[in-house]
């Protein structure tokens, strides 16, 4: 049995092989080995989906992209570890009322409505709000023109040392804290 080819085709790409004749690739797995072409790859049928062996840039881009995950992961779970988990079980224990310095049995929305009759709970919340407000904007209106002299007008020899002349004075309540 003959099989019948493609007409060939000019190849237009600047980069590739400009100018030969290439017989054209389909834009879709045909089942029939790597780019259509029988008998130089695999194939395996399932569900009535023709699966092929993957092109070394697809196999590229999937490496790439758990790679990329594989560098996030660990900060993804140390946020859900000590952030998220506490902040849910805060939530969870906040449902209940504490009773002699023990938790309650009965869940119930007491301590939110007591949250709420109090003036001086509404008090502090606005009290840290503004707080944090006004710490996060003076904050940006140092932080962003320290990174542009930084970047832009330090010569690139001088960076990093200015980024951690920048950083040093954070890590004194450490220094403090291990010899306290």
Known sequence: M???????TPNPSPGGRGGQLVPPRPPYPTGRG???????????CRAGRALTALSPEIRLDRIARWRGLMLVAPAALWTVAFFLLPTLSILWLSLYEMKGGKVGEAMSLANYRRFAEQGYFW???VNSLVLTGLVTVISLALAYPLAATIAFQV???LQRLCLMLAVLPFWTSYVVRSYA
């Open 2 to 8: 003959t099989t019948r080819r493609a007409p060939l």
């Open 34 to 44: 790597v780019g259509g072409e029988g008998g130089s790859g695999f194939s395996l």
């Open 123 to 125: 008090q502090s919340l």
């Open 155 to 157: 010569p690139p020899h």
